[in-house]
């Protein structure tokens, strides 16, 4: 089992930055990829980004390509998602996910099996 607790959210106004964490506890020696989902009010759990547990892969989902960075010390077990210039459409809550299975490019939600509680990120436009 692997535990994930995230925290880092707030309101923010369009444009700004804010950095999400993600405290993993557990089996995370086992883990093969982290990866941080959204999910907009009525909308279904999206992929946003995912790296390997030894951080030498990354993959973005195209929304957030170029804004958005994760990165991940394993030694601390925590993930990061850092995230510039932030548009109304990022509003959401996000979670932290862990995989045993999963490569960073598999994006489907169903690839992970551990999930955080969810932050939720506002964005003012």
């Known amino acids: 089992q692997v535990q994930l607790v995230e925290s880092g959210g707030g309101l923010v106004q369009a444009g700004d930055s804010l950095r999400l964490s993600c405290a993993a506890s557990?089996?995370?020696?086992?883990?093969?990829?982290m990866a941080w989902f959204r999910q907009a009010p009525g909308k279904e759990r999206e992929f946003v980004a995912a790296i390997s547990w030894s951080g030498s892969s990354t993959y973005y989902a195209d929304s957030v390509k170029g804004r958005f960075t994760i990165s991940v010390n394993n030694a601390k077990n925590t993930v990061w998602l850092q995230m510039n210039s932030l548009k109304f459409e990022d509003t959401a809550v996000y979670y932290c996910a862990a995989t045993f299975r999963a490569s960073v490019s598999d994006t489907s939600r169903g690839w992970y099996d551990f999930w955080g509680q969810g932050t939720r990120v506002t964005v003012s436009s």
């Open positions: 557990g089996r995370t020696s086992s883990s093969r990829a």
